[in-house]
């Protein structure tokens, strides 16, 4: 009886020595198995963002790319000085608006979506065009009097003198009535022309002075170089009898 006690004493403590290093492998795994069993790292959403991607070729639109969006979240896109217009991107939080005007957008989040207001301008492409000179005539009116009781368009006509062949912005002002204009002009050197309709105002009686006008044209900066500007041209009319 004392024999079959022992033995049973003994065969216990042999299944409590195996369990034991089974309960530390458990708690106690190596460093690479607990990286293993580590669930993965969630992915941090891209934030908003805006670009223009230049149509190319003779274009001179350009489509609206968004990225970075909430999955169908709503957005309200508008052109500075232009329209206004909401859409909602797709559900990869993309979006294109295709051949739209080049220029400056502002993109903001609806209803309290994700993100705040951005700004999308392109950046400036290479402009393999160097504008040296611009010098401003009048072409219009071309008739010797005309009758100055009534407001008169008087058309300027400018002269880009330069190298190289591109599309290029240029600026015309009319310093004495504010209007301004800003064409893209295809230049293909050594010149290339340009035109600018402004109403010369109309006088009251004529013991008025004669009513004139002024032009200047611009070019901004192209690439690397500097930019030109032509003298302040300026038309006095010829006033027909009476008027």
């Given at each position: 009886?004392?024999?079959?006690?022992?033995?049973?004493?003994?065969?216990?403590?042999?299944?409590?020595?195996?369990?034991?290093?089974?309960?530390?492998?458990?708690?106690?795994?190596?460093?690479?198995?607990?990286?293993?069993?580590?669930?993965?790292a969630v992915q941090v959403p891209a934030a908003p963002a805006c670009r223009l991607i230049p149509l190319g070729g003779s274009s001179i639109n350009v489509n609206v790319e968004l990225t970075g969006y909430r999955s169908n979240q709503k957005v309200s896109i508008t052109r500075i000085g232009g329209r206004t217009f909401e859409t909602r991107v797709d559900g990869g939080g993309n979006f294109i608006v295709k051949n739209q005007r080049d220029g400056t957008y502002k993109v903001r989040p609806v209803d309290g979506g994700r993100g705040s207001?951005?700004?999308?301008?392109?950046?400036?492409?290479?402009?393999?065009?160097?504008?040296?000179?611009?010098?401003?005539?009048?072409?219009?009116?071309?008739?010797?009097?005309?009758?100055?009781?009534?407001?008169?368009?008087?058309?300027?006509?400018?002269?880009?003198?330069?190298t190289g062949t591109g599309d290029i912005r240029v600026v015309w002002v009319s310093p004495d009535t504010d209007k301004q204009s800003?064409?893209?002009?295809?230049?293909?050197?050594?010149?290339?022309?340009?035109?600018?309709?402004?109403?010369?105002p109309a006088r009251g009686n004529p013991a008025e002075p004669r009513p004139k006008v002024q032009a200047q044209l611009i070019v901004p900066r192209q690439g690397a170089e500097q930019g030109v500007r032509s003298a302040v041209f300026t038309v006095t009319l010829v006033c027909a009898p009476g008027t």
């Open positions: 009886m004392q024999h079959s006690a022992m033995e049973g004493n003994m065969k216990r403590q042999r299944r409590c020595a195996l369990i034991v290093p089974l309960l530390a492998s458990a708690v106690a795994l190596p460093p690479t198995m607990g990286a293993q069993a580590a669930p993965s207001t951005i700004s999308c301008t392109d950046a400036p492409a290479p402009v393999n065009v160097n504008i040296t000179e611009a010098d401003v005539v009048a072409t219009k009116p071309d008739t010797p009097t005309v009758p100055c009781n009534q407001a008169t368009p008087v058309t300027f006509e400018g002269t880009l003198s330069g800003e064409p893209m002009v295809k230049f293909t050197g050594p010149s290339s022309k340009t035109q600018f309709v402004v109403n010369a």
